[in-house]
């Protein structure tokens, strides 16, 4: 303390302050502010600890995240281990309780005689059908590759009569000479397309096919009016196709089998029997039979004056066919063979048979070896019953029969 303080102050005693009075102290106690705390953050920034605080907060932040998920991870996985420990128990009680099955001893099957033992087959279509509308209308159909009368017919919902009754002539009455390019008719339904005639009579037609007049001109393919078809006033004209249903269409014959020839067959011989060209039938087998059932020979062979043989015989014994052919040649001839048949054989050859009593085989009727084409008769120039019998051939000639066939 410096001289002045000590004047002013004495040491002995200290200033005072005059006592306050009790209301004022009260007021002045009111309005004091209350002391204010300092942070955390700014202790720690003062002691140069904010920093390691920070960090080691964020390392005890990552422990704990880290903590919690291993013990959630250590519960569920034992969870799922018992559960897994459970159902391989439960397979377990299962298998054990299953029982084994014994081996069972079945009879053996009875032996197979000569029919093996097959079981039902059943094929699933998966397809719908749906119906179709009646035409009424003829169509042309050419043939394809692969194609057939039943086939064909198959495929237009029709009798395989009607195709080949419809189109009988383009298949020159033989179903086998059906082949790719043909243009057949198809009718509406079962039936016939018939193209009509001048002498043609409705009544006798629909009569012959099993149906009637008025089936016929009331169809509607026919296209005819209704009312002069029920007055009676319809005129077919020549040449129009009409269609006929028929309900007794005859059969086919499939045993004819036509064969169609490169080179065209006609008689040497000419006469009213002659046939004309035909072009089909069966070839020969360049072997010849002996034409009937007697073996005596009455003439031989003569290049210049008899160039045949004679064979004798009773009339009415058959006449066979010495090979395969197709005649070209039936009826009168006005050169002293009488009656007489001459059959081509496709090969170069033909064969006749003279003086027959009745003949069985017609112009272009395909022969075999061996059917019966006449009777043995003495007709023409002939002085007895017996059958002449020639072979020709187109390069040689008239030869000598016994050459190529001996008597039985």
Known sequence: MNEQESALFPSSATPEE????????ISDMETRWPTPRVPWSDILGQLGLFDVAVR??????????VLVVSLAWQRWGVATTER????????????????????????????QNGT????????????????????MKVVEYEVQPGDTLSSIAEHFG??????????VDTLNGDAHTLKPGMVLLIPPADGVVYTWGEDDDLASLAEQFGTTPEEVLNHPANNFDPVAAALGEIKIKPGTQVFIPAHNLKSIDWTRITVFRDKIARSWLNGPGAC?????GPIGTYTFIWPTTSAWITTYYNPSVH????????????????????????????????????????????????????????????????????ALGSTGNSTGPHVHFELRHE??????????????
């Open 18 to 25: 005059p006592p306050m009075a009790a209301s004022e102290n």
């Open 56 to 65: 080691l907060g964020g390392h005890i932040a990552v422990f704990a995240v």
């Open 84 to 111: 897994t420990i459970a159902a391989q128990a439960a397979e377990q009680v299962v298998a054990a309780s299953t029982p084994t099955p014994l081996p069972v001893s079945l009879a053996p099957f009875p032996p």
């Open 116 to 135: 093996p033992i097959t079981g039902i087959v059943r094929r699933v279509q998966l397809k719908t059908e749906m119906p179709r509308r009646q035409r």
């Open 158 to 167: 029709l009798k395989v009569e009607s195709i080949f009754w419809t189109n």
């Open 276 to 280: 004309g060209e035909i072009g089909y």
């Open 307 to 374: 160039p045949a043989i004679d064979i004798a015989g009773s009339i009415g014994q058959p006449i066979f066919a010495a090979d395969n052919g197709v005649v070209v040649y039936s009826g009168w001839s006005p050169y002293g063979y009488g009656y007489v048949v001459v059959i081509d054989h496709g090969n170069g050859w033909q064969s006749l048979y003279a003086h027959l009593s009745q003949i069985y085989a017609g112009c272009g009727q395909e022969v075999y070896q061996g059917s019966v084409i006449g």
């Open 395 to 408: 390069s040689y000639g008239k030869v000598d029969p016994l050459q190529f066939v001996s008597p039985p």
